[in-house]
């Protein structure tokens, strides 16, 4: 079986969406350093490959593909035999909702404190966008919270693509310097994310 090739650092929350998905599916991989320190981005070459510049990129045996919630709905469709990515339509239209979700609010609202703390200088941090930043994810960690009162994870019983997403922010929320509320259920949820093994190889790693 061709190994399916993936293109960039292994510390990008995009990146580590497509390596634990990998992981949770038993799907071999090559994994190609690529982005922040390590440059590349704008090589002729990768942008053949993906003219956004941006990662990751995988090649699967010859479909090239971008766009980290893409790729993880494509591998878990062809590789996951209903694993990650339900069959049913409803159930795979709230796993989906929920990985949009996670484009559309959830990465406005939090990446500005990931990039404040970890991004830049403490005293070139702007603090008022960062506490303002902090309120906006709060809330939304709420409606996560309330999600999760009905069942263990975001679609139900099982580990879904659902989970992928919000889990790969939710490491960085609980380990970034900040006050957090209690929510139960998040921190339920997320210490059940803690105990399973691609997570802890692919996404509890030092952040930069």
């Known amino acids: 079986m061709a190994t399916l090739k993936i293109w960039g650092r292994k510390s990008s ?44 990129t995988i090649d699967d045996n010859g479909l090239v593909l971008w766009e980290s919630n893409s790729i993880i709905r494509y591998l878990a469709r062809k590789y996951g035999r209903g694993e990650l990515y339900p069959q049913e339509p409803a159930a795979a239209a709230t796993a989906e909702r929920w990985m949009d979700w996670q484009l559309a609010h959830l ?9 404040g703390y970890v991004r830049t200088a403490p005293e070139k941090r702007d603090m ?14 709420r409606m996560v919270d309330a999600q999760l009162a009905a069942a263990p994870y975001l679609n139900g019983k099982a580990l879904s693509l ?9 490491y960085r929320w609980y380990v970034m310097p900040i006050e957090r509320p209690a929510l139960a259920n998040l921190a339920a949820w ?17 952040l930069e």
């Open 13 to 56: 929350s995009n990146v580590q969406k497509v390596l634990w998905c990998c992981d949770e599916l038993g799907i071999p991989f090559e994994r190609i350093d690529l982005g922040g320190r390590f440059g590349g981005n704008d090589d002729p070459q990768y942008r053949a490959r993906n003219p956004n510049g941006l990662v990751p």
């Open 107 to 115: 990465n406005p609202a939090i990446v500005p404190i990931f990039f």
């Open 162 to 170: 659902a989970d992928i997403p919000l889990g790969i922010w939710a």
């Open 128 to 141: 008022a966008a960062i506490e303002a930043a902090r309120q906006r994810t709060i809330a939304l960690w």
């Open 190 to 206: 997320y210490q059940r994310l803690c105990e399973r093994k691609p997570f802890k190889s692919h996404v509890m790693i030092p």
